[in-house]
């Protein structure tokens, strides 16, 4: 991924199932082309073939198993990802969490792949284990502010840097996300400023009166192109 970035995670919010999915997709790609600044999308499983095939921004699973092809009734393993024009995914978001194992497993199938990996973790311990990992990015999101209206770079900047440096510390091949509460071009630059690579929002895009004003707003925040 071009850094700094966006990643919009479209998660299963009503607002941007299927058709919509596309839609906004479309939406964060003219922003992205309009203004040079690097986006990407999350959309849900069963959309990400279809948004992947309209979009030429980066495209990303909300969430992949390292299970392996073949009979595994129900799973998504990263080959199906690829193999639909997926170029990376979440992994241990607060509201998908999965074990250890899991996660250390999928980040070797992802690498193998060449699929790009984005941690998710709750805290500061939890983002320095796994960092240990060597997954591509690590985002530091506090549950307790995701979906407010309070950005985790106003309500806990030192949790974003303490994560950070933990991180660098235990791997600095590992970038640094954060997100919870993001809404705002300032909340973006002040992400920046606290040493991230970028931010992985939804509701302040997917639930916006307009998102794409809520976008482009945004994306400024990630300076200059
Ligand atoms: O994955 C992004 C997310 O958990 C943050 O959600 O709605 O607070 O931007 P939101």
């Not at 690498?111 to 960092?131: I, K, N, Q, S, Y």
């Not at 209206?149 to 806990?156: G, K, L, R, Y």
């Not at 895009?205 to 945004?218: F, G, I, S, Y």
Request: proline share 6%.
């Amino acid at each position: 991924m071009r850094t700094p970035f966006l990643l919009v995670n479209f998660k299963a919010y009503p607002e941007a199932l299927g058709a919509r999915a596309v839609a906004l997709a479309r939406i964060c790609a003219d922003v992205a082309e309009d203004t040079g600044r690097s986006l990407a999308v999350a959309p849900s499983a069963l959309d990400l073939s279809m948004v992947a095939k309209s979009v030429r921004i980066p495209v990303f699973a909300q969430h992949l198993d390292p299970q392996e092809t073949g009979k595994a009734t129900g799973w998504i393993p990263p080959e199906a990802a690829l193999a639909v024009g997926a170029v990376g995914t979440i992994v241990n978001h607060s509201e998908r969490k999965v074990a250890w194992e899991e996660m250390r497993d999928l980040i070797r199938k992802c690498r193998d792949l060449g699929l790009e990996v984005v941690v998710c973790a709750d805290d500061v311990a939890e983002a320095e284990t796994a960092a240990k990992l060597g997954p591509d990015f690590i985002a530091i999101e506090p549950p307790e502010l995701i979906g407010g209206n309070i950005s985790v770079t106003t309500a806990t900047p030192g949790v974003i840097t303490r994560a950070g440096e933990r991180i660098r510390a235990t791997n600095p091949k590992v970038q640094v996300l954060c997100g919870a509460g993001v809404k705002s071009g300032r909340d973006v630059a002040k992400a920046l400023e606290l040493g991230t690579v970028g931010v992985l929002l939804a509701s302040g895009v997917v639930k916006a009166k307009n998102p794409e004003k809520a976008l482009r707003d945004l994306a400024k925040g990630l300076g200059a192109a």
